[in-house]
């Protein structure tokens, strides 16, 4: 079965610096997000994104972040400035979209950001 | 409360018990999804239920829709230690990017 994939599992990363999370979403779908735990809490939206633009965003996705689609196949989240409070667990998910709706949501295994 | 709140935090039964789990949520939905979580691992999808369906099945796994209390219970059947995870509903809302509310969810561990 097709699987989301994430890259890499486990970053450490140094406070101010940038770092750049990679998703592989499954091939034919259309809409791609990503969520962020923060240990211990639940699961929050970060941002979605179709047809090469974002579709919706939430408080959390400041100017701080911004995803991108470079070519066919990966889907990037970066963060330009990391702060201690952005160490998380980052989801990438993909959805096949409006062509088929009621799909559920394919989660990669995560990437676990720490920022020290 | 919030869109998408479990109820109970956690729970502890026996192994071959059955496990229930319910979720509350404020708005209207396209549908509503529950996803399993092992420690520190990603998100498995269970099961996605429409709004305009009230119950379905998938093998131990049972799952119920009340629309009019904006409510939904997971069970689980004849539970086994492998079970033991946390559990989360998420909301997929009437508008927007179907993007996904989840709510707080639910510690389950199956003592053998």
């Known amino acids: 079965e097709p699987e989301v994939t994430q890259t890499p599992s486990h970053q450490v990363t140094q406070m101010g610096q940038e770092v750049i999370l990679r998703c592989v979403p499954i091939s034919n779908h259309l809409y791609f997000y990503w969520y962020r735990q923060i240990l211990g809490q639940k699961v929050e939206f970060l941002v979605s994104?179709?047809?090469?633009?974002?579709?919706?965003k939430s408080e959390i996705f400041d100017d701080q972040f911004s995803v991108e689609r470079p070519d066919g196949s990966n889907f990037t989240l970066k963060i330009r400035s990391t702060k201690l409070e952005d160490s998380a667990m980052y989801f990438c998910a993909s959805n096949p979209g409006h062509s088929t709706p009621n799909q559920p949501q394919h989660f990669g295994d995560g990437t676990r950001l720490s920022i020290l | 409360s919030q869109q998408g709140e479990e109820d109970p935090q956690a729970l502890s039964i026996q192994e071959g018990e059955n496990a229930t789990m319910n979720c509350s949520y404020k708005?209207?939905?396209?549908?509503l999804q529950w996803y399993r979580q092992n420690s520190g691992r990603g998100l498995v999808h269970l099961i996605l239920?429409?709004?305009?369906?009230r119950e379905k099945h998938s093998g131990r796994l049972r799952v119920t829709l009340d629309t009019s209390k904006k409510s939904s219970s997971l069970l689980i059947t004849a539970s086994r230690a492998a079970d033991t995870a946390s559990y989360f509903c998420?909301?997929?809302?009437?508008?927007?990017?179907?993007?996904?509310?989840f709510g707080q969810g639910t510690r389950l561990t199956i003592n053998p």
């Open positions: 708005t209207s939905i396209n549908n």
């Open positions: 994104f179709y047809n090469n633009e974002i579709s919706e």
């Open positions: 239920i429409r709004s305009n369906e």
């Open positions: 998420a909301t997929d809302l009437a508008k927007g990017a179907q993007k996904l509310v």
